[in-house]
């Protein structure tokens, strides 16, 4: 058996992307499991492809398990971590947003990981996202 996980697309902006992801685990967890493709969000007007996001806020719903957020690249960065048991919004748009640090290698796409995770923990995540582009 598997963790029972499914993405969904809120928004696909040119200038915004929102997706929530959620996760009913059966205590295997994931590590490192891609959630934001960028390659895959919707291009510019002008037919730019994305090559990243900043992560402006998080809503997020956890219960028995914390989520690790990276950014993808040669050596992944951890971006962010969701508590167990929370239930929160934070709110990064005062100071433009979480950036991608992630370095040498750095892919723009945003991966998930558990940590704690027993049967029936879960997980309900909200990432409103500013879009970039290649130039």
């Known amino acids: 058996?598997?963790?029972?996980v499914a993405s969904q697309t809120i928004l696909a902006g040119e200038r915004m992307a929102i997706m929530k992801f959620t996760n009913i685990?059966?205590?295997?967890?994931?590590n490192k499991v891609l959630k934001v493709d960028v390659s895959a969000l919707n291009p510019s007007a002008?037919?730019?492809?994305c090559d990243g996001?900043?992560?402006t806020k998080i809503h997020a719903s956890t219960h028995g398990m914390e989520?690790?957020?990276y950014?993808?690249?040669?050596?992944?960065?951890l971006c962010f971590t969701?508590?167990?048991n929370s239930q929160y919004t934070w709110d990064f748009e005062k100071f433009g947003g979480l950036p991608n640090n992630g370095g040498a290698g750095v892919t723009g796409d945003v991966l998930f990981s558990t940590q704690d995770a027993s049967a029936n923990d879960f997980y309900s995540?909200?990432?409103e996202m500013t879009k970039s582009y290649a130039d």
């Open 67 to 69: 989520v690790l957020i």
């Open 25 to 30: 685990s059966d205590g295997t967890g994931e």
């Open 125 to 127: 995540i909200t990432l």
């Open 46 to 49: 002008s037919g730019k492809a």
């Open 1 to 4: 058996m598997a963790d029972a």
């Open 53 to 55: 996001v900043t992560i």
């Open 71 to 77: 950014w993808d690249a040669t050596t992944d960065v």
């Open 82 to 84: 969701v508590p167990q």
